[in-house]
């Protein structure tokens, strides 16, 4: 995407992403109005700078994958290059330059001022063994918690060129225009991808995904945050995973949510910073699927 393409993309979501209204899941495009103390001209600027952020991080991302760089491996046995420290670099210094007051909450240097209001969550590339691997199912993550709730996410994946983002209450959009969920709500009809699952693989759930999967119209693994865009567009109908932490979903909760999907944990419990799986799909879908996996 072109600086002048990013411009367009950033006042294009300064129009769209800063009205607060949310829409009602199961009646789409109506608009539920509700009072909020955030002034409409901050949820702008906190939009305008995620944005520019996941400008300046996808420059130097692409900037490594298109050339040579070093891997390491991380205590926890994943890797790490230079890309994703550079990235976060770069995105909390637009941050934290914008908004000193602001705490960052990071993938790779952690966390800083965690406890204030505002609460930065970055992931610089969700999805490094796949950078390393030199195929472009990565992406970067930036979200805003205020007051322990999500507000704002933005999903840019550099080397598919695909950019997403949302406000509460203000909508989900890609570059084309606003998302919205798909209306399908049976396990028979839908099109369902599991992600991360090695852990519910070893749980009792294990036998219900098996159900579940039997009985659907269609199976993919996407994984990462395409299944979640898919989801968002109305291309994917839900989204199952079991190992993730919140840096890599935080953004995305926001965009799902707001494009008309729930999304919880397996337990049916909203985001936190300790979540560590998933449950999004359409609200009718979810209701069934939450049913399906808690009949073990």
Known sequence: ???????????????????FKIFNPTLKRQPIHFENTMTET??????????????????????????????????DQTPVTVADRGA?????????????????????YGAENKDTEYLWLVDPIDGTKSFVKRYGMFSTQIALMH????????????????????????????????????????????????????SL??????????????NTNRTRGYGDYYHYHRLAAGQLDAVIESDVNILDIAALYVIVTEAG??????????????????????????TALSDELNQV
């Open 1 to 19: 995407m072109s600086l002048v393409s990013w411009a367009v993309v950033v006042r294009h979501a300064s129009r769209m992403g800063g009205h």
């Open 42 to 75: 901050q949820m702008k600027e906190f939009l305008a700078v995620a944005l520019q952020a996941a400008k300046s991080a996808r420059k130097l991302i692409l900037s490594y994958y298109n050339g040579e760089f070093d891997i390491e491996i991380k205590s």
């Open 88 to 108: 976060e670099q770069v995105i909390r210094k637009t941050i934290q330059g914008a908004f000193p007051d602001h705490g960052i909450f990071g993938e790779e």
């Open 147 to 198: 007051n322990g709730e999500l507000i704002l996410g933005v999903s840019c994946a550099p080397a598919m060129d695909e950019l997403v983002w949302a406000t509460r209450g203000g909508g989900a959009f890609n570059t084309k225009g606003p998302l919205n969920i798909s209306d399908v709500d049976t396990i028979n009809q839908a099109s369902i991808s599991t992600g991360n699952i090695q």
């Open 201 to 214: 693989a070893a749980s009792k759930q294990w036998t219900a995904l098996g159900r579940i999967l039997a």
């Open 261 to 286: 999907g729930l999304f919880t944990d397996l337990d049916g419990r909203a985001p936190n910073l300790d979540t560590c799986s998933v449950l999004a799909a359409t609200p009718g879908l979810h």
